[in-house]
């Protein structure tokens, strides 16, 4: 995940924040295809794939801990500023990522277990497969629409009556 556009010269643009989060929703769409892919494979018997899917699947592991971690660094600021509901996407992205940190170090576990059955290592990628697709669904509905990343800023004049 490109680090070039963190944003050296200050806080990111809004849309810039989402703009790098859905692009690495594209990058790791592409990677949960092909661990699914090899997944499915060792699951038929397949077990030449083993070693391949043990690869991938901790390039995988490290590649969302960077997204992670430039999330909670770029986005949860971004969200938290949006708007009045700002600081509880903020906290509801942060639930998130505690939840989907304490799955992935099960995960970690067992890739790093070499006892570990590879048909259940592989049907277990195959969970964290479906729960990252659903993930990144609800975090783009929710935290990426382009109406809570705005870069303009609506002000709202209330008079006191």
């Known amino acids: 995940m490109a680090d070039e556009r963190e944003g050296r010269e200050g806080p990111m643009l809004p849309s810039k924040v989402r703009e790098h989060v859905l692009h690495d929703h594209e990058v790791l769409r592409r990677r949960l295809g092909e661990i699914q892919r090899l997944a499915r494979d060792v699951v038929a018997n397949e077990r030449q794939h083993v070693a391949g899917l043990r690869a991938r699947a901790q390039e995988l592991l490290d590649t969302l801990a960077e997204h992670m971690r430039w999330e909670d660094?770029?986005?949860?600021?971004?969200?938290?500023?949006?708007?009045?509901?700002?600081?509880?996407?903020?906290?509801?992205?942060?639930?998130?990522?505690?939840?989907?940190?304490?799955?992935?170090?099960?995960?970690?576990?067992?890739?790093?277990?070499?006892?570990?059955p590879p048909t259940e290592l592989a049907e277990a990628l195959l969970d964290l497969v479906d729960r990252l697709y659903r993930d990144m669904d609800e975090e783009e509905s929710f935290f990426l629409d382009p109406n809570v990343l705005r870069d303009d800023v609506v002000a709202i004049d209330v008079e006191a009556g």
């Open 73 to 116: 660094r770029y986005l949860s600021p971004a969200l938290e500023d949006s708007d009045a509901w700002g600081p509880e996407r903020a906290d509801l992205l942060a639930e998130d990522h505690r939840e989907q940190r304490a799955f992935l170090s099960e995960l970690v576990a067992k890739l790093n277990d070499a006892t570990q």
